[in-house]
């Protein structure tokens, strides 16, 4: 069985001579996506080349995953529960060690790059934010609180900074709250006194405090009201503006993925059977992506 799906059928901009197949059971998936109206979208920042997992228990999580993700797209993972959504993006920053040779960022295997130096470069936004109550220490990669001084929103965002012996100014702490959208005020106060929302957004600019230059997302508005995911959003589709990141986004919202995402990777039982454009979704063509999107709609 084979499967062929040539980019020029999924819009003019988003095109390649590449083609998706599955060849001896294993998928092969290539996403090599040309977007003339943004400027170096078609460098490859991140390559996933033939990426599997496997349960303690022995069954497959990810089947032979395969994609290029290029600089400067939003690029959105949508399928069923235990699809395998989140276990693509940990490992993009080895939340969990992928095999050598699966994983590239900008061409080098990201297993060979110093953890800590991977994930300033491929930051990582969870489903609900964890604010640091109180002063924090690395101990084996662990978070640890030592005393209950509370950390006010300024300690979060220079907290990954500080790893690295630099020290944020109180203007440049400003601007990374302005960057997610939160205004001045929110300076001085501790996590106890924020909203989901508004912890989310701080959790954000303590990412970006990192200087990423990709972001990845694991549901990061389920928890929210719909002003805090609308202020997520946009503040997503203005880093991919502005700064050309790289953003991989995993959620249950078919409307989400619609708003922002440039290209829809459909995930089903490991395997990704479809890239799409977002308005095009309706039109998926295998049978569980098509029943996940009609339940979903």
Request: neutral net charge; glycine residues 6%; aromatic residues 4%.
């Amino acid at each position: 069985m084979e499967i062929s799906q040539s980019w020029s059928k999924i819009s003019p901009q988003l095109h390649s001579s590449h083609s998706l197949e599955i060849s001896q059971g294993e998928r092969g998936h290539l996403l090599a996506v040309e977007m003339n109206d943004i400027k170096g979208a078609a460098e490859t920042k991140i390559e996933i080349r033939g990426l599997n997992k496997v349960s303690d228990k022995g069954d497959s999580i990810l089947k032979s995953v395969r994609v290029d993700i290029p600089r400067g797209v939003i690029m959105g993972i949508i399928g069923p529960s235990g699809s395998g959504k989140s276990t693509i993006l940990r490992a993009l920053n080895r939340l969990w060690e992928p095999p050598k040779n699966t994983v590239f960022l900008d061409g080098t295997d990201i297993c060979d790059l110093d953890v800590l130096c991977l994930r300033r470069k491929v930051g990582m936004l969870f489903q609900l934010p964890v604010l640091f109550e109180g002063m924090v220490v690395k101990l084996n990669l662990i978070l640890v609180v030592v005393h209950k001084d509370k950390s006010t929103v300024a300690d979060n965002i220079r907290y990954g900074p500080k790893l690295k012996g630099k020290k944020l100014s109180d203007n440049e702490v400003y601007k990374l709250l302005t960057l997610a959208d939160l205004d001045s005020s929110f300076f001085n106060k501790s996590g106890g006194e924020l909203s989901v929302g508004q912890a989310q957004r701080v959790a954000l600019a303590r990412t970006l405090a990192n200087e990423p230059e990709v972001l990845l997302l694991d549901e990061p508005t389920s928890a929210l009201d719909p002003i805090s995911t609308q202020n997520i959003e946009d503040v997503l589709v203005k880093l991919k503006k502005d700064q050309m990141m790289t953003i991989v986004i995993a959620s249950h919202s078919i409307k989400q993925i619609q708003r922002i995402a440039d290209i829809v990777c459909l995930l089903v039982d490991g395997e990704i059977v479809e890239f799409i454009k977002p308005d095009q979704l309706s039109e998926a063509k295998h049978p569980m992506a098509l029943r996940f999107l009609q339940l979903s709609s």
